[in-house]
Antibody, heavy 126, light 110 residues
Framework: EVQLVESGGGLIQPGGSLRLSCAAS????????MSWVRQAPGKGLEWVSV???????YYADSVKGRFTISRDNSKNTLYLQMNSLRAEDTAVYYC????????????????????WGQGTLVTVSS | EIVMTQSPATLSVSPGERATLSCRAS??????LAWYQQKPGQAPRLLIY???TRATGIPARFSGSGSGTEFTLTISSLQSEDFAVYYC????????????FGQGTKLEIK
């Protein structure tokens, strides 16, 4: 059974740092595309970052230069290092696995999220 | 950046009736569109990917249609557990990857 369990959230002052973890079971993190998606209180979903199976990483403009996504293959765990935190980073942070399928031409299509963790709340406030 | 616009923001429907939710992309995303359901205090749940393919375990009363810029999620006969917020998401940008969600439609009991 696929499971994703986030941890590491909490209350942090503006300008501070926090590292989120997402422990996976039932599949191999390093063989999949893995993302972080966040949701501010009462708001919609915002994609934050992705790490490809090959190791390439991408970020939303809102966090570029401040957040770093990584993984530990030996622990089958995904991370999000968050630096220079701002009040607007306050949100529930979800880790999510990308699903994939082959289209009619045989090309692999990725980009939707088939499994999500339960989320961890990050509150940036003084 | 591709902008996803969902309508209406809130939809009031009676149990047993049909609900139709819309999602529009600011430019073509082909069929690279997913739908999610989110209940209060829970993570989103994948319903539909590839615009029309139901995810594993999703009841047949959920169906998706559309391509290009116009998409629809239809729930044929609403059950009590279907009242939730629904999000669409495009995954056509390739690369660099930028995933964008609609702002959500809240489906409430009439």
């Amino acid at each position: 059974e696929v499971q994703l369990v986030e941890s590491g959230g909490g209350l942090i002052q503006p300008g501070g740092s926090l590292r989120l973890s997402c422990a996976a079971s039932g599949f191999t993190v390093s063989s999949n595309y893995m993302s972080w998606v966040r949701q501010a209180p009462g708001k919609g979903l915002e994609w934050v970052s992705v790490i490809y199976s090959g190791g390439s990483t991408y970020y939303a403009d809102s966090v570029k230069g401040r957040f770093t996504i990584s993984r530990d293959n030996s622990k089958n765990t995904l991370y999000l290092q968050m630096n220079s935190l701002r009040a607007e980073d306050t949100a529930v942070y979800y880790c999510a696995r990308e699903g994939n399928y082959y289209d009619s031409s045989g090309q692999i299509i990725r980009g939707y999220f088939d499994y999500w963790g339960q989320g961890t709340l990050v509150t940036v406030s003084s | 950046e591709i902008v996803m616009t969902q309508s209406p923001a809130t939809l009031s429907v009676s149990p047993g009736e049909r609900a139709t939710l819309s999602c529009r992309a600011s430019q073509s995303v082909s069929s690279n569109l997913a739908w999610y359901q989110q209940k209060p205090g829970q993570a989103p749940r994948l319903l539909i990917y590839g615009a029309s393919t139901r995810a594993t375990g999703i009841p047949a009363r959920f169906s998706g249609s559309g391509s290009g810029t116009e998409f629809t999620l239809t729930i044929s006969s609403l059950q009590s557990e279907d009242f939730a917020v629904y999000y669409c998401q495009q995954y056509n940008n390739w690369p660099p990857k930028v995933y964008t969600f609609g702002q959500g439609t809240k489906l409430e009991i009439k």
